[in-house]
């Protein structure tokens, strides 16, 4: 099927794979694959695990700066033609109905998308049939 | 034990989670880690209510166990 995309195509889809390694890479390190590590950051008890707002904090505050120096200094990305940004900046009821489902989501299984997707390779039927799934449904 | 769940608790999960995500249009990678470094208004208010009801829930399931593998 690949044979019949444009040349830009293709090369869209090979960006696109290798940053997503990037990224699956930078997951698993960080241990967003394993459903108990992400409780254990949720659930505030006894034995509550903090180390994952280390893992967004160095995240969000690293992305601050490589953001603001390609908005601001380059401009222009390397590999597209130009940056899509998003401009909605209107909070509604959806937004805060839809963040609302997906904490308990995310409370209740552990699982973001990303991880979700992620641990395809290591097949398990709750994970990779019931939870995918439903999550494609939603 | 920590992120015990059955199989009807994995499909209850997996759908808010999709429906969620449709719905606010990110998820953690999308409002958490690139429109919070962006200081986009909608992000802060999306992650700022995910992450408090998701600390809220994890946090009643785990003083109250429910939808657990047996």
């Keep these: 099927m690949i044979i019949f995309l444009e040349k830009k195509d293709k090369l869209d889809i090979v960006i696109g794979f290798v940053t997503g390694v990037i990224f699956a890479i930078g997951l698993g390190f960080g241990g967003m694959f394993r459903r108990s590590k992400i ?28 953001f603001y120096i390609i908005q601001n ?6 590999l597209a ?13 959806r937004l805060i109905f839809g963040s609302a489902l997906f904490g308990l989501g995310w409370g209740l299984g552990g699982l973001c998308p990303g991880p979700g997707m992620s641990l395809l390779p290591i097949f398990s039927i709750e994970v990779s049939i019931v939870w995918l799934g439903c999550l494609a449904i939603g | 034990m920590v992120g015990n769940l059955d199989i009807v608790g994995f499909g209850i999960a997996g759908y808010l989670t999709g429906a969620g995500t449709k719905l606010s249009n990110g998820c953690t990678s999308g409002h958490g880690v690139c429109g919070l470094p962006r200081f ?18 994890a946090t009643l399931k785990y003083h109250e166990p429910f939808l657990d593998a047996t």
């Design chain 1, 39 to 66: 409780i254990g950051f949720l659930a505030l008890g006894n034995d509550w695990d903090p180390s994952l707002m280390f893992l967004l904090g160095f995240a969000v505050g690293l992305n601050m700066l490589t």
């Design chain 1, 73 to 78: 200094k380059i401009k222009k990305p390397l």
């Design chain 1, 81 to 93: 033609a130009k940056l899509q940004i998003p401009a909605n900046k209107t909070v509604d009821f």
């Design chain 2, 40 to 57: 986009a208004i909608r992000s802060w208010v999306s992650v700022g209510t995910f992450l408090l009801v998701a600390i809220g829930l």
